[in-house]
């Protein structure tokens, strides 16, 4: 199946589901309360425990499986103005269960009320916190890692360059699930696919909330693409959807990651959109699992029995 040719069961869910399937190009207030809200779809995934708290100011949801092996701290997706802990419940929960961890997921502040940096800032609070602190949640710090979907993405390799460029400790590895990485500058795909899920205008209305109006292209802890180098970042996992308008951009990171020598593995999901694990399509199911069995491997601990 050529990669860029929707799935068909996608295309009818889509059709099923108008509200899912149109984007977003206007920050209406409505829209805002609504895609912040607190609570998402029923749990389809049980874990030991999740417990909702505050880390250093910042609202946080922990989410424990029986023996964790890992701690991950996980970024919502969203564009940097939507989405809340509860909307993105389940990938918590599936994360959790793949990777046999303990998962941190992030309430981080959204644009345009708190524009870049600040949503950054939460996130690279909250991975010092989890490499400083793992061992109390029953984790060597050695085996934390930072995980995002989209804008999450995005936020998981901004924090992973600044830690480097900080010569602070790393995670251990970097989970980018089809991450917005190059600001305003556009990739092919985005003309290809332009209208599934999201759409150019879409975007430009997201990068200009984050961005607050300025030209942050060049900035490489806001476009993670623009950076000089990218040699001594940790293992990365990329998982991309083949239909998806973020894809090529993805796949550019990528690459950069392995000509720098960063350990990278790169998996395209043929005919998936954007959202595809947020909406856990069965291909989601598939992407999970890959994300489990790459953390096991990478960490060098075997899976757990639920």
């Known amino acids: 199946m050529d990669e860029g040719t929707l799935d068909a069961w996608v295309a009818d869910w889509l059709a099923a589901n108008p509200g899912f399937a149109t984007p977003v190009e206007e920050l209406t207030p409505e829209l805002l309360t609504l895609a912040r809200g607190p609570v998402g779809p029923p749990p389809t995934v049980d874990v030991q425990s999740m417990t909702d708290t505050e880390i250093d100011g910042i609202p946080v949801r922990i989410y424990r499986d029986a023996a ?42 959204l644009a345009p009320e708190d524009p870049y940096p600040a949503g950054l800032d939460d996130c690279e609070t909250l991975t010092r916190w989890a490499l400083a602190n793992a061992y109390d949640l029953g984790v060597p710090g050695s085996r934390v890692i930072v995980c995002g979907e989209s804008a999450g993405g995005n936020l998981a390799a901004a924090v992973s360059l600044r830690l480097r460029d900080a010569a602070h400790g790393l995670p251990a590895g970097q989970v980018l699930i089809y991450p917005a990485l190059a600001g305003s500058v556009l990739h092919p795909s985005m003309d290809t696919f332009d209208g599934l899920v999201i759409s150019k205008g879409a975007v430009r ?16 802890y806001a476009a993670p693409l623009s950076a000089d180098s990218l040699v001594g970042l940790p293992p990365a996992l990329v998982i991309l959807g083949g239909c998806d308008m973020l894809r090529d951009e993805g796949r550019a990171y990528a690459a950069r990651l392995r ?3 960063v350990a990278t593995d790169e998996v395209c999901y043929p005919g998936q959109p954007h959202g595809f694990v947020n909406f856990e399509f069965p291909a989601a199911t598939e992407a999970f699992a890959r994300i489990g069995s790459w953390t096991r491997e990478l960490l060098g601990v075997t899976q757990q029995a639920h």
Do not use: K
């Not at 969203?78 to 989405?83: E, K, P, R, Y």
């Not at 389940?90 to 303990?102: E, F, G, I, K, Y």
């Open 68 to 109: 964790p092996t890992c701690l991950l701290v996980y970024f919502h997706g969203g564009g940097f103005t939507l989405g809340s802990i509860g909307l993105m419940d389940n990938v918590a929960r599936q994360l959790t269960r793949a990777c046999s961890a303990v998962v941190i997921s992030v309430e981080y502040r």
């Open 205 to 220: 209305t997201y990068w200009a909330a984050y961005s607050g109006g300025r030209n942050l292209d060049q900035d490489p």
């Open 259 to 261: 000509a720098a020598g």
